[in-house]
């Protein structure tokens, strides 16, 4: 219940409280109803597929849509390369080395071309792959609102400032999140918890060990000396 109760906050959230940008109107439910109604099949049989192989691209799918909602609105800018000059978010420390699943969505994009060409926006199928993915992994599943825009350009520099970094303290994460107009239930699902998959310990292993802390209990903003952080201890040696 927990679980899926904090997916359901981080639904919520990548709907309504980020920036969705479409120049031509509001989303809405069924905006390839006409022009591609296989859509979503399409998207959905082939997350399948992927996630049956690799079950952590789940995850992947999911943070992928995530980490480009937080960088000028949901418009597929993270799947952008580099070129002439324009840097890739993908090289962006959030992202570098990181994040995972483009290879599926660039099979989910040749199979719609084949379907129905120049019709699908990149930035819906990200949207729609999180979905799935979800509901893929037993948590809950959605309608997703359509018609978004893909950008033809991409911010390095803005995937680096406002992506949320596992270095960083409570506060500025909070701050983070509400220049989103995001709230810490908000930030709690989507940042803290890490309610699907699985982390690198190297992105929070400093938050229950520091060398320079042990055998005293010195001032520590992670707190790390609660019996938490001793649970964390035993299985994360």
């Avoid at 920036?19 to 296989?38: A, F, I, N, R």
């Avoid at 390369?81 to 995972?100: C, W």
Wanted: charged share 25%; glycine share 6%.
């Amino acid at each position: 219940m927990e679980l899926t109760r904090l997916l359901l906050i981080l639904v919520l959230t990548i709907l309504y409280s980020t920036k969705t940008l479409s120049d031509d109107g509001p989303l809405v439910y069924d905006y390839y109803k006409e022009t591609c109604p296989l859509a979503e099949d399409i998207v959905k049989r082939n997350v399948e597929t992927a996630v049956f192989k690799d079950p952590r691209l789940a995850a992947s799918l999911l943070r992928l849509h995530f980490h480009d909602c937080f960088v000028m609105g949901c418009d597929a800018s993270v799947l952008l390369d580099s070129y002439e000059g324009m840097i890739s978010e993908k090289q962006a420390g959030p992202n570098l080395h990181s994040l995972r699943g483009f290879e599926v969505i660039d099979d989910i994009k040749y199979f719609l071309e084949e379907e129905c060409h120049y019709t699908v926006s990149c930035a819906d199928i990200l949207a729609i792959a999180a979905r799935d993915a979800v509901e893929l992994r037993g948590g809950p599943s959605w309608n997703v609102l359509l018609g978004r825009k893909d950008s033809l350009k991409s911010s390095f520099s803005g995937a680096n400032q406002f992506i949320p970094s596992p270095n960083s303290s409570l506060e500025t994460l909070i701050a983070n999140f509400k220049e989103q107009g995001l709230d810490i239930g908000d930030l709690v699902a989507l940042s803290g918890s890490h309610t699907m998959g699985r982390a690198r310990c190297l992105s929070f292993r400093q938050r229950i060990y520091d060398v320079n802390l042990e055998g005293h209990y010195g001032y520590d903003r992670y707190k790390r000396y609660t019996t938490f952080r001793r649970i964390l201890q035993v299985y994360m040696p």
